[in-house]
Structures are given as structure tokens and as C-alpha cells.
């Protein structure tokens, strides 16, 4: 019975332990995600400008005939190219 107690005593004061470590290390991360917010704010991006796409008409005819082959192989015939664009 006696080494039951012990046992029981460790196992408190490990897991009281390892629970105040771990609210150490949560409150360092959170100061640190502060500290690093006022010192370095995050910039702002400026908006892109979004291009309109290519035209159909630019491509050469090769290219929009494999183009549609392989739209209408892989959606089975039920596709079409509306407009085709660089990316």
C-alpha cells in the first residue's frame, strides 16, 4: 500500500508538472505573436489587376484543335472552350 501512495504522488506532481510547462510555453507563444505584431505590422498588398482573358482568336488553329479534343475527351463531349488564357 505504501508504494501505491508514492505512485499516486508522483503521478500528481508529473502531470501538475507537465501542465504548468505547457501553460509556459502558451503564454511565451502568444507574448511572442504580440511582441512581433507591434514591432513588425504586416503590410498591406496592393490589389492586383486582374487580366482579361486571351481572346480565342490569338491561339493558332493547332493549339485550339488540341484544346477542344481534350476538353471534349475528358467531360465526355458535354464541354466547350469559351475562352483561353496564359497562366
Not at 505573436?33 to 482568336?57: C, D, H, R
Amino acid at each position: 500500500m505504501e508504494h501505491l501512495g508514492l505512485g499516486l504522488q508522483l503521478m500528481i506532481v508529473g502531470m501538475l508538472t507537465v501542465f504548468t510547462i505547457l501553460l509556459i510555453v502558451i503564454w511565451g507563444g502568444k507574448l511572442l505573436i504580440t511582441a512581433v505584431n507591434k514591432l513588425a505590422p504586416e503590410e498591406e498588398l496592393k490589389p492586383v489587376k486582374k487580366q482579361s482573358p486571351t481572346p480565342i482568336q490569338d491561339i493558332d488553329a493547332t493549339t485550339m484543335a488540341v484544346l477542344e479534343q481534350v476538353v471534349s475527351k475528358i467531360t465526355g463531349g458535354k464541354g466547350s472552350v469559351k475562352s483561353v488564357k496564359k497562366v
